[in-house]
């Protein structure tokens, strides 16, 4: 599931214009209610909200707006499906593994409908989310599908009058608090490790961007999943969000979005039930480009890293160190491809570059832009945006950033590239390591002995050596330090959806 940009670039490129998928066109949204006991319900206070086209402003339709209440109800229905002698509890963990790929199947025929709402949803270029954000959750599925029936414990020799063994047992009702920037691929990362693994979940797709995780409520039912093992609510942070973290009745949580929400979730969740959390949260992350690298690889590679998703990924190449002899050509090579990228309408396939996710987010990333012009980093290309009103900010390159600045330390969740110099490898290792967060980092060079002595130094979940967001559903995913706790993807990311239960036999008979 390589989830770079490049993914969608080498597809596109080497499909002829006609071939190239097309997005349909979608007159009514379908599903818009909130998905309970595969049944669709309105909100219990009636309330709606809007979700809006980032492109235009325009809403797209309204959608139902869970609170407390709902997900009370969206609890109550996931626990009976958990229930001793339920059909969830007694299928087959084979069967489970087959209602995966039936989902992955039909994720696969709606395809290019689920690639067009996420585009209108979120402002992201078609072929990116149906090159990328498809395949990836289609890999996903498909992936936890295969370890649905192989999932086992042990037996672990102890003292000869007992015989002890493990098993690996569901941890229950699984909430799953999902982000705006990829929402169909983040929700998959969560329900096809927790369904592999037996849980039923409850969802909340990001208020901004509630379409396809809908769409995937209808093909869940579709799929024949027992009715109650997935739920999805549709609704705001602070309301249905919160009453998750809070919820007696959720044994865990595994949340995406800002670091700070994530403090909040775990604070709610020590002081409910103690239910297990999994955290992915920001980053600020470091790429280190030495000197005897492949430029013009380190070149392509950061610049997709920077500005893919308009910058908006927890893994965007923010802190970008360039050794003083490559840095003036890195710099100019820079600038030469930020101006290849092709702004405009997110559902032609021409678009590389969409408009950022609300207006409160453009506001947040042009201050910040401010603030590095006005602290005296040098604006090497971009920092405004396109006409009044509208929420597309330009590829934006800053160069001599200085460590203490505003964009050198503050997350900025937008397409702005900031590059600085340095000397000495000891001195890059102790500022790129110089920050709270600790998700991914990268490294570019020719030496394979610096590669991984470098590699080993990064206090980061994730080290990429002459590539970037090279992301695969078979490697496990997650932050040291303020980034986050746990893993996702992966064999490990079973780990999170399990309890381990010790069964301990007292033997009256021993040879
Ligand atoms: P961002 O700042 O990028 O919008 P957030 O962390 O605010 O990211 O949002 C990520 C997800 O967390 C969304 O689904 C959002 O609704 C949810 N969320 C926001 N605030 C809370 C909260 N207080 N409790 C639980 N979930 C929340």
Not at 130 to 152: P, Q
Not at 255 to 282: C, D, P
């Amino acid at each position: 599931m390589a989830q770079s940009g490049t993914t969608r670039n080498r597809v596109a490129e080497k499909t002829p214009a006609s071939d190239l998928p097309q997005p349909v066109k979608v007159q009514q949204v379908r599903n818009t209610k909130i998905f309970i006991n595969n049944e669709w319900h309105t909100s219990i206070s009636g309330r709606t909200f809007p979700t809006l086209n980032p492109a235009t402003g325009d809403t797209i339709c309204e959608v139902q707006e869970a609170d407390k209440e709902d997900v009370d109800k969206a609890v109550a229905a996931a626990k009976v499906a958990m229930q001793l002698g339920s059909a969830w509890r007694k299928m087959e963990p084979s069967r489970r593994g087959r209602l995966l790929h039936r989902l992955a199947d039909l994720v696969e025929r709606d395809r290019l409908l689920i690639a067009t709402l996420e585009s209108l949803d979120t402002g992201k270029p078609f072929l990116q989310a149906f090159f990328v954000d498809l395949e990836g959750s289609i890999r996903t599925l498909r992936y936890y599908a295969g370890w649905a029936d192989k999932i086992h414990g042990k037996s672990v020799p102890v003292d000869e009058t007992f015989m002890c063994i493990t098993k690996h047992e569901p941890i229950g009702i699984c909430g799953a608090i999902i982000p705006w920037n990829f929402p169909l691929l983040m929700l998959m990362w969560k329900i096809a490790p927790a369904l592999c693994c037996g849980n039923t979940v409850v969802i909340k797709p990001a208020e901004q961007t509630p379409l396809t995780a809908l769409h995937i409520g209808s093909l869940i039912k579709e799929a024949e999943f027992p009715p109650g093992v997935v739920n999805i609510l549709p609704g705001f942070g602070p309301t249905a969000g919160a009453a998750f973290a809070s919820h007696c009745g959720i044994d865990k949580v595994a949340f995406t979005g800002s670091t700070e929400v994530g403090q909040l979730i775990k604070e709610s969740a020590a002081k409910s039930n103690l239910k297990r959390v999994t955290l992915e949260l920001g980053g600020k992350n470091p790429c280190i480009v030495f000197a005897d690298c492949d430029l013009q690889l380190a070149v392509e590679e950061i610049q997709k890293g920077a500005f893919y998703n308009q910058g908006q990924c927890c893994t965007a190449a923010s802190r970008v160190f360039v050794q003083e002899k490559i840095y003036e050509e890195f710099v100019r090579r820079s600038i030469e491809s930020a101006k290849k990228i092709v702004i405009g309408d997110p559902l032609d396939p021409q678009t590389t570059h969409g408009p950022q996710i609300d207006q409160q987010h453009f506001d947040k990333i042009m201050d910040l832009i401010e603030s590095g012009k006005k602290e005296g980093a040098k604006l090497e290309y971009g920092g405004g945006y396109l006409g009044e009103k509208s929420l597309f900010i330009q590829p934006t390159i800053f160069s001599e950033v200085k460590d203490s600045m505003r964009i050198a330390v503050e997350e900025i969740f937008g397409p702005v590239l900031c590059i600085f110099r340095f000397k000495s490898q000891q001195e890059v290792i102790e500022r790129a390591n110089n920050s709270r967060y600790g998700l991914v980092s990268a490294v570019f060079t020719t030496s394979m002995d610096r590669a991984l002595s470098v590699s080993g130094a990064m206090e980061t979940g994730t080290v990429w050596i002459n590539c970037y967001n090279a992301l695969h559903v078979q490697t496990p995913f997650g932050g040291y330090k303020m980034s986050g706790n746990g893993r996702e993807l992966g064999e490990y990311a079973l780990a999170e959806y399990s309890e381990v239960k010790t069964v301990t036999f007292k033997m009256s008979e021993t040879m």
